[in-house]
């Protein structure tokens, strides 16, 4: 079955602790972006990353790193989380040149 | 002006009603057409998608695209409680880039 999965799916963590979500996708695709969903503004991207070892910034990459080590890995890395990352997250598979993206079910932060 | 717009609702329906939901663009250089729903808790799903101006159809669900108007549409006939969830159109100008451009969610009700 294809898919994306994500973890964890819940984390309440602390200001300035790092933490790691991570992705992983079957689907051998190369494309794969980060997005996060807040009330009112709807999915913004993070990160995305067009194959291996590329990966450039979306609309909103601040506070945020990412990696792509390996095709099927793609995870997001907060290295100082703060209140304002608090945040409902998503990682999609797919995409570019017109071909739709594949979403995870969610990552939801809360940073206290 | 945000390049892609989409009342955000609530729509409330009973059931058995035919559902339109829409949403206008700005950028004549989309290509590609999406609309993908999101239940309670999960992530976007693919619904529907279309390349060009026209229409297609899937079971209940019919999208259409006016490029001419900029304003594509997704109209479900005979819609059930079972497709209460939120609905999210997505334009993509087909680059390798691969950037999605997401309106913010049309949250649909369908009651019995």
């Known amino acids: 079955e294809a898919q994306v999965t994500q973890n964890p799916r819940y984390l309440i963590t602390v200001t300035g602790k790092k933490l790691t979500v991570t992705c992983s996708q079957n689907?051998?695709?190369?494309?794969m972006s980060w997005y996060r969903q807040d009330p009112g503004l709807g999915l913004r991207q993070i990160y995305y990353s067009m194959n291996v070892e590329v990966t450039d910034k979306g609309d909103v990459p601040e506070g945020y790193k990412v990696s792509r080590k390996e095709k099927r890995n793609f995870p997001l890395i907060l290295e100082s989380p703060s209140p304002n990352q608090t945040s409902l997250y998503f990682c999609?598979?797919?995409?570019?040149?017109?071909?739709?993206?594949?979403f995870g079910d969610g990552t939801r932060l809360s940073i206290l | 002006q945000k390049e892609v717009e989409q009342d955000p609702g609530p729509l409330s329906v009973p059931e058995g009603a035919i559902v339109s939901l829409n949403c206008t663009y700005s950028n004549s250089a989309f290509q590609y057409f999406m609309w993908y729903r999101q239940y309670s808790r999960k992530g976007p799903e693919l619904l529907m998608y279309t390349y060009s101006s026209g229409n297609k159809e899937d079971g209940r669900f019919t999208a259409q695209v006016d490029k001419s108007s900029k304003y594509i549409s997704l109209f479900i006939r005979d819609s059930q409680p079972s497709d209460s969830a939120t609905y999210l159109c997505?334009?993509?100008?087909?680059?390798?880039?691969?950037?999605?451009?997401f309106g913010r969610g049309t949250q649909l009700t369908v009651w019995p």
């Open positions: 999609a598979s797919g995409g570019g040149s017109g071909q739709p993206q594949h």
């Open positions: 997505a334009m993509d100008r087909g680059s390798t880039l691969g950037r999605l451009y």
């Open positions: 689907m051998n695709h190369e494309y």
